[in-house]
């Protein structure tokens, strides 16, 4: 008994060592991109799991390859009957909007709840372009999060430029919240700004995601833990600061959180929102933010809010 006491406890303290030791550790885990679910779906057919959806890869820089689905609207699927990637990429400028979906960790473009949350924005009458960043899915080189955030950018530019002026959003989910805030941050840096940004699930830093988490809990009563974790993502570089962001940002903003999130707790969803009406106020511009939270009894938590009845109606 002593000993399986002893392996226990020396398992415990030896987590906070080799954090301290190899803080990539803590990269892989907020991005858990190896974690490539659903392995089943060969992500050049995306017509196993979508209607009227091509498959293309965009090369943000030098070595990198990022896989990419265009899902058409559903007014367009009788037209696109035989059409090639070609055509497809000139519809993108037929008018109607584009929704580029930025997921959160884990999993690749092909996620159940991601496929989901597609058909209601084609339903909708939405261009979508789902991006699977660098690592992720059968997108190559290595995460980081000024590279996801470089993969955003290219993509809205990329789609910008065939748009022919249609609207061209940005949806961010869970970690792509991070992704999404701060490449609309870039593109206001450059003098426009991104024609809306929808938020869903998202929080304010991604540290303090961390902090939350079941396991980091454990170690919180360790003096000194939590300055551990946050001078290791000061070390790899990660920060995903959507409350700093949303202070300078002024494109039209829609807050989507679940109140039973388990992942990103509600609260951080009203900081955020508290956030941008503070800002809204202070650039006196009105009604550009929203928030529309789902009470607990829905069951949404972290990534079903593609269920809510209402979700389509509300993003119009």
Not at 70 to 90: C, F, I, N
Not at 175 to 189: H, P
Request: hydrophobic fraction near 45%.
């Amino acid at each position: 008994m002593k000993k399986v006491v002893s392996f226990l406890l020396t398992a415990y303290v030896s987590v906070p060592v080799l954090l301290y030791l190899f803080p990539w550790i803590l990269s892989y885990a907020i991005f858990s991109h190896l974690l490539r679910f659903p392995y089943w779906v060969d992500l050049r057919r995306p017509q196993d799991v979508l209607n009227h959806t091509c498959n293309f890869y965009l090369s943000p820089e030098e070595g990198v390859s990022v896989g990419v689905w265009h899902t058409l609207p559903v007014s367009q699927w009788e037209a696109a009957a035989g059409r090639d990637l070609d055509w497809y990429q000139e519809a993108l400028g037929d008018g109607r909007p584009v929704i580029i979906y930025l997921h959160g960790n884990l999993g690749t473009r092909a996620i159940r709840h991601r496929v989901e949350l597609v058909k209601i924005l084609s339903a909708a009458g939405y261009h979508v372009l789902s991006l699977d960043y660098r690592g992720f899915g059968d997108s190559s080189g290595e995460p980081s999060e000024a590279g996801l955030t470089n993969d955003a950018l290219y993509l809205h530019h990329w789609a910008k430029t065939r748009s022919r002026g249609s609207l061209v959003c940005l949806w961010g989910h869970s970690l792509g919240s991070g992704v999404a805030t701060n490449a609309a941050v870039k593109i206001q840096e450059q003098g426009s700004a991104v024609d809306a940004l929808i938020l869903e699930a998202a929080f304010t830093r991604i540290g303090e995601v961390v902090a939350s988490n079941r396991l980091a809990k454990l170690y919180m009563f360790l003096p000194g833990f939590e300055s551990l974790l946050w001078s290791i993502l000061e070390r790899i570089n990660i920060s995903f600061s959507n409350d700093k962001n949303l202070q300078t940002l002024s494109s039209p903003l829609l807050i989507l959180h679940a109140e039973d999130d388990n992942i990103v707790p509600f609260h951080m969803g009203q900081k955020l929102y508290q956030i941008s009406l503070r800002a809204q106020r202070e650039s006196e511009t009105s009604d550009r933010v929203q928030m529309i939270s789902y009470g607990a009894s829905l069951g949404l938590s972290h990534s079903h809010i593609s269920s809510a009845p209402d979700l389509a109606d509300v993003v119009r």
